[in-house]
């Protein structure tokens, strides 16, 4: 029905919302005043060669601490909470904890609102409780391949494979880089730490066409997918500290589900993260029980 397509590919959004721009890192930073040293001459540099900058320092940090809100509409309202590793595919720990929406009433009804989550370069792991278990021969653990939700997703499933498997620290900057709309804002201060802020606004479905590997067929599935879901622009600022490192990103976005906001905050440069999958023992697999007729939800958003 057009009515799930629209719901799942709205999820999809908001997951890649909520996971492609959290490895990215922000820490402590001096309380310079730029441009207002005395006896200096400022320096202007454009946003465009200051993103830029951005974009390197980042993609060069390998870890960070991450908290992160995501909402969408009365659909859902959720937080993370974590570290993650970007140095070969995305890894990490996130605590998700649904707050409000139709999604925190599924999973109140699962048994749990709050969840462990684990990334792998191939797969996302949520850790559902005991009243999950209960239902799935005594199995804590739900694995979402990222393949597997590719092809629940349509184009909008593997638009969001392929941001999730290329993400980077940079990849929110990329997005503005790539929008050919970017502006400075002014000079802020983000939990202490002096930072510019950048603002512009991206077309969803011409950033789908510069930066994934979506083939003509797929992209035009995935417009089509969009244009049902209500998404078209995403307005994306970024705070970015004087050692050209990302502390802040905060996206908006009108779907058919509603307002899509998500806020996180970067720190802790080189964290040390360890992610490996649950035991196999302990584990059931979403594709599993899509094809025996369940119905689940899971950290990611995405529902059956």
């Not at 057009?2 to 492609?20: C, G």
């Not at 454009?46 to 951005?54: E, K």
């Not at 417009?223 to 705070?239: E, F, R």
Request: with cysteine; net charge positive; charged share 20%.
């Amino acid at each position: 029905m057009k009515s799930t397509t629209a719901r799942r590919a709205t999820l999809s959004i908001a997951v890649v919302a909520a996971l492609t721009g959290v490895a990215a890192c922000g820490s402590s930073g001096s309380d310079k005043g730029g441009d207002k040293a005395a006896g200096k001459t400022a320096i202007h540099v454009s946003p465009i060669a200051a993103l830029r900058s951005a974009e390197q320092s980042t993609d060069k940090a390998e870890s960070a601490k991450v908290r992160s809100t995501t909402s969408v509409g009365d659909l859902m309202a959720m937080t993370a909470n974590g570290a993650l590793t970007w140095d070969n595919g995305l890894k990490g720990n996130l605590t998700i904890t649904y707050t409000g929406g139709q999604m925190a009433e599924m999973m109140k009804k699962a048994g749990t609102q709050s969840m462990e989550a684990r990334y792998l370069p191939d797969a996302y792991y949520a850790h559902m409780g005991d009243a999950f278990a209960q239902r799935a021969s005594g199995k804590h653990w739900l694995k979402y391949s990222y393949d597997d939700l590719a092809k629940l997703g349509g184009a909008s499933g593997s638009y969001m494979k392929d941001q999730i498997q290329n993400a980077t620290p940079n990849q929110s900057v990329k997005m503005l880089l790539a929008s050919g709309d970017v502006k400075k804002v002014g000079e802020e201060k983000i939990s202490g730490v002096a930072t510019t802020h950048y603002s512009g606004t991206v077309n969803v479905a011409d950033l789908a066409d510069k930066t994934t590997n979506l083939s003509a067929s797929q992209l035009s599935a995935l417009k089509k997918q969009l244009s049902q879901a209500g998404v078209t622009t995403d307005t994306v600022d970024l705070w970015i500290n004087d050692q050209n490192l990302l502390v802040k990103k905060t996206e908006k976005a009108a779907t058919a589900q509603g307002t899509m906001t998500n806020s996180t905050l970067y720190t802790d440069y080189g964290v040390k993260v360890t992610a490996e999958a649950p035991p196999a023992s302990d584990t059931k697999d979403f594709a599993d029980m899509m094809k025996a007729g369940g119905t689940a939800a899971g950290g990611t958003g995405t529902v059956s």
